[in-house]
């Protein structure tokens, strides 16, 4: 992923929510294909939206994560969400740096797979 500055990631975001909260369905999905997803499925339409800033919008009613590229929403999928006294924390989230093989430097070099900060 591309180091996204915050005002694009507002930017994105913002894309996102008018585009759920209006309701619009984008390309082939339509808004009941998405309500039918089982768990564990997705959609993934890359071709939409090559280039710009990603956003995630996770939906804690719906259990589903839209995932938009340039304001264009790209993919669905299903998740799953915190229970009673466990609760998924809410807000804007943003991701400054992703490392797949990460080590850590406090804790002797311990293998940190998939960090993000």
Not at 41 to 67: D, K, L
Request: net charge positive; charged share 20%; hydrophobic share 35%.
């Amino acid at each position: 992923m591309t180091c996204v500055d915050r005002r694009s990631f507002v930017r994105g975001a913002i894309g996102a929510g008018v585009v759920l909260t209006g309701g619009l369905a984008i390309g082939e999905e339509t808004l009941k294909e998405i309500s039918q997803l089982k768990p564990g499925e997705f959609t993934w339409h890359p071709e939409r939206a090559a280039e710009g800033p990603v956003s995630v919008v996770v939906s804690i009613p719906q259990q589903r994560v839209h995932v938009y590229r340039n304001g264009v929403r790209v993919a669905v999928s299903t998740c799953s969400t915190g229970k009673a006294g466990h609760e998924t924390p809410t807000g804007v989230f943003v991701v400054l740096q992703k490392d797949k093989h990460h080590r850590s430097s406090t804790y002797n070099n311990a293998p940190m797979p998939n960090t993000n900060r």
